[in-house]
Nanobody
Framework: QVTLVESGGGKVQVGGSLRLSCVVS????????MAWFRQAPGKEREFVSG????????DYAPSVKGRFIVSRDNAKYTAYLQMDSLKREDTAVYYC?????????????????WGQGTLVNVSS
């Protein structure tokens, strides 16, 4: 069994920054590529960013490109999402997801392993 646990969410003002973390534990070999998704109130869950197993490939949704940076430290079994220049529309529950393939996908159906989510609330 593998578990993903997110942390780092909270309340921040418009223009502020937050750094989310996602720690993988348990059967860590079952998680290679990792991704971040988010779900805003009343909306469907959407892809935010993904990173390959070795970190050499990253992918971003157009809405966050240039403001968010995804990274990982495999020695710590942890992925990160640095979020800068936050906007009110970034308010959502952010989920970490992983799958066994080396490269991330933008489709949530491709991910079997999910964290419980962490709330990011951006206010003016």
């Amino acid at each position: 069994q593998v578990t993903l646990v997110e942390s780092g969410g909270g309340k921040v003002q418009v223009g502020g920054s937050l750094r989310l973390s996602c720690v993988v534990s348990g059967y860590t070999d079952s998680v290679a590529a990792m991704a971040w998704f988010r779900q805003a109130p009343g909306k469907e869950r959407e892809f935010v960013s993904g990173i390959s197993y070795h970190g050499g490939y990253t992918d971003y949704a157009p809405s966050v490109k240039g403001r968010f940076i995804v990274s990982r430290d495999n020695a710590k079994y942890t992925a990160y999402l640095q979020m800068d220049s936050l906007k009110r529309e970034d308010t959502a529950v952010y989920y970490c997801a992983g799958h066994a393939r080396d490269y991330p996908s933008q489709s949530e159906q491709d991910y079997r392993t999910w964290g419980q989510g962490t709330l990011v609330n951006v206010s003016s």
